[in-house]
């Protein structure tokens, strides 16, 4: 009986070696741990043995059972493993933690001015807000106070959707939405917000004139704002961004929705004053239209014109960005060419 389990165990290993799949495994654990099985059979052959011969072929037995127990779990674990493996070999798995070669990008110049811009404004309690590129004739004309067949809407041609909704000229178009969210500010607490924004217009392309570019507007309302805060707020901006004294003169400049209305320009840093493409041979830009905002603004956008006064802010980003940069042409904004996007880091 002891010759005939070594005999067994041996049968069983080479059996086991051959084994390639979970079925196969199956059947072999079934000849010999299953009911007919040759393990069983031996445990059973045990019957007629003496009691002194059962204790030492008995546990001989049981210790190959559980031998043979053993070696099929762990044969099945490995072939688990290998179906594992292939599966992932055959599902193209990436390893996404190999280092990539790839190379990474830069921000937008004018990204980095326009985060530069609201983290100024930040620090002195100003609000950012997101308004809508695509806009309603209203929000974008009537309610700043540029009627239909008003003329000043002829130097904001843009472009038309069919549903009669445009692509937004200034973002300004954004005033009258703002106002009516926030309401009338309470008493000591003036509503400030900035709100930067891509804008359209239907324009020929030239060095300092694109078809798409970005404005930052910012907007204050309370109970005893005026032109001084304007100025103020004016004066912190440019000299953050420039990080010197910039050289700015103040004209009288109309836009219906602000009463008076300026034109902050400022020395072109390009030509030193000159004169060149991007200046038009002034010497100057007109970099920051601003002024009081129209007691009509104010009214239709819920606010009392008779309480409270607000200032408000055009900032032409995108020549703000060509100024701080000194780069020439404005179509190199919208171009794509990465050679040049890429120089800019903060
Ligand atoms: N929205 C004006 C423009 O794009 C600029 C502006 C804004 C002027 C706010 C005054 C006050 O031309």
Known sequence: MLENLDK????FHDELNAVESKGELEK?????????GLVTQELKNLRD???EEKKTAGMKVNSLKQEIEKAIVEHQKILEEREYLEEIKSAKVYDFTIPSSREVGTLHPITIIQKQIEDIFKTMGFIIEDGLEIQTEYNNFEAVNIPKNHPARDMQDTYYLENGQLLKTHTSAAQNTIMRKYGEPKKGEPLKVLFPGRCFRNEN???????????LEGMMIGDDISISNLIYFMKVLLSEV???????RLR?????????????????????GDGCATCK???????????????????????????????AFGLGLTRLVMMKYNIKDIRMFNSGNLKQLRQFTR
């Open 8 to 11: 067994i165990k041996q049968q």
């Open 28 to 36: 072999i654990r079934v000849s010999f741990l299953g009911k007919k």
């Open 49 to 51: 043995l003496t009691p």
């Open 205 to 215: 392309l030239d060095a300092s004139h694109e078809n798409t570019f970005f404005q």
């Open 242 to 248: 420039f990080e010197r004294d910039v050289k700015v």
């Open 252 to 272: 009288p400049g109309f836009f219906p929705f602000v009463e008076p209305g300026f034109e902050l320009d400022i020395n072109c840093a390009i030509c030193g």
């Open 281 to 311: 041979q002034t010497g100057w830009l007109e970099l920051l239209p601003c002024g009081m905002i129209h007691p009509n603004v104010l009214s239709m956008g819920g606010i009392d014109p008779d309480k409270y006064t607000g200032f």
